[in-house]
């Protein structure tokens, strides 16, 4: 069906919004103040690129949800369950990134005081610093980890449904199971960067089939 075809363009292009603007966040804007040795000075000195990055943040959220409500007519039909599971996890990571960007604002809103403050409270404001550097790591991974249900379930329904070539599905299916599992990693003290790769790659490989070909046009095929 044509409709098919412009809904999986038109998906494909928030996913690709959505890799730009994760790209943009995590590596330019937030990254590397959050990260930052002397990260509370840092977030004092550049608030408004972390409210930039804050708002920016949330939208992948927000895309998120678009994407699910996109798809539901499609799929709903012949599983509705797993359609609206779908939507019920991007809801879900909309709540868990707002309480993590609450806490990335609490930081910037600190540092701001740091920065102004005198000496004398240098060692008040560092340690609640930590402390909330610390709490904004646990909300962190649990981001994290809603996204691991979020994405799990969109290329379950996409391997169910055929919209898209299955091995892209499974690939899908692989990188995100490697989310999950450095996310544990790192709840652990460990984990590599060089585990998100595969997920980044299945993100490239699924905008971009959608946007060169959108959603099959074949009837969706999900077992019940």
């Known amino acids: 069906m044509k409709s098919n ?12 919004s959505q890799f730009i603007i994760g790209v943009t966040v995590n ?15 840092s977030a004092g000195a550049k608030s408004d690129q ?3 990055a804050i708002l920016l943040g949330l939208s992948l959220s927000i895309i998120g949800i678009t994407i699910a409500l996109l798809i539901l007519p499609i ?11 779908y939507l019920a996890f991007c809801i879900a990571g909309f709540t868990a990134g707002m309480l993590d960007y609450t806490l990335v604002y609490a930081i ?21 610093g930590n402390l909330l550097q610390k709490t904004r790591g646990w ?11 979020s ?14 070539p299955r091995f892209i599905s499974i690939w899908g299916i692989c990188a995100s199971t490697l989310l999950l599992t450095n996310v544990l990693l790192m709840l652990f003290g460990s ?7 595969p997920l980044a790659i299945g993100q490239i490989l699924t905008f971009s089939w959608l946007l060169l070909k959108g959603f099959s046009s074949r009837n969706p095929a999900l077992i019940a």
Do not use: C, E, W
Not at 5 to 16: D, E, I, N, P, Y
Not at 108 to 128: H, I, K, N, P, W
């Open 5 to 16: 075809t412009k809904v999986g363009r038109l998906v494909g292009a928030l996913f690709l």
């Open 191 to 197: 984990g590599s960067m060089q585990l998100f790769m």
């Open 27 to 41: 590596l330019y804007l937030l990254g590397p103040i959050v990260f930052a040795k002397d990260f509370l000075r």
């Open 50 to 52: 972390i409210i930039t």
């Open 75 to 85: 799929v709903k039909q012949r599983n509705d369950r797993l359609a609206y599971l």
């Open 108 to 128: 910037s809103s600190l540092g701001q005081d740091f920065v102004a403050s005198s000496d004398a409270g240098a060692a008040y404001f560092v340690t609640l």
């Open 151 to 164: 994405l799990s379930a969109f290329y379950y329904l996409m391997y169910r449904s055929k919209l898209i």
């Open 139 to 149: 909300t962190h991974m649990l981001d994290l980890l809603v996204s691991f249900f």
